[in-house]
C-alpha cells in the first residue's frame, strides 16, 4: 500500500452531512426542516451533532446544550440512537467498499477511499462520474445526503468535502490544488487550532498561500521541526498518507495551548473540563469507549508531564473521564505555570455498556426534577391518554436526556429519553417527544409516515414499551 497518484483526483472524501441529526430528521416527518440538536440533553450536557437549520443559530459539535438551548430554544434535543446510527454507517461503508477495496473509516460519517487501486489511470470526469453514481446509491438506500471531496491527497479531498456543504461534490485536480487552497484562511490546514492560527497571524501569515510562501526555517522555529515543516508541505498540497483500511484509532484526545501560562489549579481543572467534553463528543461519534485516560501537562519549561489511570471497564462517560482526569491532575505541581493541557482516553473498543449520547450529560443538581422545565413546569402535553395538546411543538418539551435508548433498551432509572424508539398496543410505533414529572409524550409517526399525533401516558403505563431503530 503505498501512497496516493499525487498526479489524479484519486482520494475521496465522504462525509454524511449532520449525520445525527440527518438520521433523526429522516425518522421522524415532523422534525424535518426544522432545527434539530442530538447530544446530552441535560443541564451539562454537550452537543454532538446539530442539523443545519440549528446550525443557522450558531449551534455547533461540543457547545454545551444550555448555550445551545439559549441560542435556539425551539430546538429539539434529542439524546441520540446510536444503534440506528450505526446501522446507516455500516450501510455507507458497503457502498464505499464497492468503489474499492481501500476505505478508511475515520468515524461513524467519514471515511477515506482509494480509487487507485481498482480505477487506475481515471481523470478528474471519471472520478465525478463515479462519486455522483456513489452518493446517488447513499440517498436511495439511506435518504440521506452525503459531500465528496475528490483530490490528489487525503488532505485536498478532505478540504475539497467542505467547502459546499450540505449535498455537495468538488473534484480538484491535481494542477488545480494549489489554486483551490491558496485563498483559504489557514486555519483549514489540519494542526493549525486557535492558538497556531493567531501566532500566525501575528507574522502575516493568514492565508494558505501566505502561508506556503513563509520561510520553512522560521516556521521551525516557531513550532518544531516537524511540525513547521508539515504546516508547509500541507499548505503546498503535500500529503504522502495512504490511505489506510479500517483504521483502528488508537486513542481519542484534545489539549489545549494557552496564551499565557496558567497557575490556578481551579482554571485547569475547568479547562480540562472542557477537553473531557471534547473528547466525549468525539468518542460518541466514533462509536468507542475506552480503559485508560491520561492528561499531558507541558510546564513552563516546555518539560512534557504524562499521567495515566486505568479504569475497571471502557467508558464514554464524560462524568467518568472527569472525575480521573481531575484525579491525575491532583498529582501535578502547577504552581511554576501550565503552558499546555491535555486529556486523552485510550484502550478504545466498541461501546457497549451504555448509551453513548446519554453519557454525554450529568444528573441534574440537587433538587431539580430531570425533564423539568426551570422553576418546576412540568414537560408539555396532555392528561394521561388524552387527545393531542393543541398547539404542541417538539422544542417545546424540555426532556430528561439520562437514559439509554438503544434497542431495544428498557426505560433508564428516571425516565423515557427525547428521541427514543417506542412502541405502544394501542397506537403503533413512535418516539418520545418528552417526559418529566411522571409523564411522558409521545409522537406517533415513523420514516415513511405523515407528521404524527401527540399523545401523553403516565410514564409507567403498561402498553407503552421501548423498541428497536425503524427500518427506512
Not at 439524546?79 to 464497492?98: I, K, T, W
Not at 483559504?184 to 501566532?199: F, S
Not at 417538539?394 to 438503544?406: E, R
Amino acid at each position: 500500500m503505498g501512497s496516493p497518484d499525487a498526479t489524479r483526483p484519486s482520494v475521496l472524501h465522504l462525509d454524511l452531512d449532520a449525520f445525527f441529526a440527518a438520521v433523526e430528521q429522516r425518522d421522524k416527518p415532523s422534525l424535518r426542516g426544522k432545527p434539530v440538536v442530538v447530544g446530552g440533553t441535560g443541564w451539562r450536557g454537550v452537543v454532538a451533532t446539530a442539523s443545519y437549520e440549528a446550525r443557522a443559530f450558531g449551534i455547533g459539535s461540543a457547545m454545551p446544550t444550555m448555550e445551545a438551548r439559549r441560542r435556539c430554544p425551539n430546538a429539539a434535543f434529542l439524546a441520540g440512537r446510536f444503534s440506528a446510527y450505526r446501522r446507516v454507517s455500516e450501510q455507507v461503508m458497503a457502498l464505499a467498499h464497492e468503489l474499492s477495496p481501500l476505505v478508511e473509516p475515520v468515524s461513524l460519517d467519514e471515511a477515506y477511499v482509494d480509487l487507485g487501486p481498482t480505477h487506475p489511470g481515471l481523470d478528474a470526469a471519471g472520478v465525478s462520474a463515479l462519486a455522483e453514481g456513489f452518493r446517488a446509491r447513499v440517498r436511495a438506500t439511506t435518504g440521506l445526503t452525503v459531500s465528496v471531496g475528490a483530490g490528489p491527497s487525503k488532505l485536498v479531498a478532505k478540504i475539497a468535502s467542505d467547502l459546499r456543504k450540505p449535498d455537495a461534490l468538488v473534484v480538484v485536480p491535481a494542477d488545480e490544488q494549489r489554486d483551490l487552497l491558496a485563498p483559504l484562511p489557514v486555519r483549514r490546514i489540519p494542526g493549525v487550532g486557535a492558538v497556531t492560527g493567531e501566532r500566525l497571524a501575528r507574522f502575516g501569515i493568514r492565508t494558505v498561500a501566505d502561508l506556503a510562501a513563509a520561510d520553512e526555517a522560521e516556521l521551525v522555529r516557531m513550532f518544531g521541526k516537524a511540525h513547521g515543516s508539515g504546516l508547509r508541505a500541507y499548505a503546498r498540497g503535500i500529503d504522502p498518507r495512504p490511505v489506510v483500511p479500517e483504521r483502528d484509532a488508537k486513542s481519542v484526545s484534545a489539549e489545549e495551548t494557552f496564551a499565557v501560562d496558567l497557575t490556578d489549579r481551579r482554571e485547569l481543572v475547568e479547562r480540562a473540563r472542557r477537553l473531557v467534553d471534547r473528547v466525549a463528543v468525539r468518542l460518541a461519534t466514533g462509536g468507542v469507549s475506552g480503559r485508560t485516560v491520561t492528561i499531558k501537562l507541558r510546564r513552563y519549561d516546555f518539560t512534557t508531564l504524562n499521567r495515566s489511570r486505568t479504569l475497571p471497564q471502557p467508558t464514554a462517560s464524560p462524568r467518568e473521564i472527569a472525575q480521573a482526569a481531575t484525579a491525575l491532575l491532583e498529582t501535578l505541581d502547577v504552581a511554576d505555570g501550565v503552558r499546555l493541557l491535555g486529556v486523552g482516553v485510550s484502550g478504545l473498543t466498541e461501546y457497549t455498556q451504555q448509551d453513548l449520547l446519554a453519557e454525554l450529560d450529568e444528573p441534574a443538581a440537587p433538587g431539580e426534577e430531570p425533564g423539568a422545565e426551570p422553576g418546576g413546569a412540568e414537560s408539555g402535553g396532555a392528561e394521561p391518554g388524552g387527545a393531542e395538546p393543541g398547539g404542541a411543538e417538539p422544542g417545546g418539551i424540555l426532556p430528561q436526556g439520562s437514559t439509554a435508548p438503544y434497542g431495544p433498551p428498557a426505560p433508564a432509572r428516571s425516565g423515557w429519553s427525547p428521541g427514543q424508539d417506542v412502541t405502544h398496543d394501542e397506537h403503533g410505533p413512535g418516539w418520545v417527544q418528552g417526559s418529566g414529572v411522571g409523564r411522558v409524550t409521545v409522537r406517533f409517526e415513523g420514516p415513511r409516515t405523515p407528521v404524527g399525533r401527540i399523545r401523553t401516558f403516565r410514564d409507567d403505563d403498561p402498553a407503552l414499551h421501548p423498541a428497536g431503530p425503524p427500518v427506512w
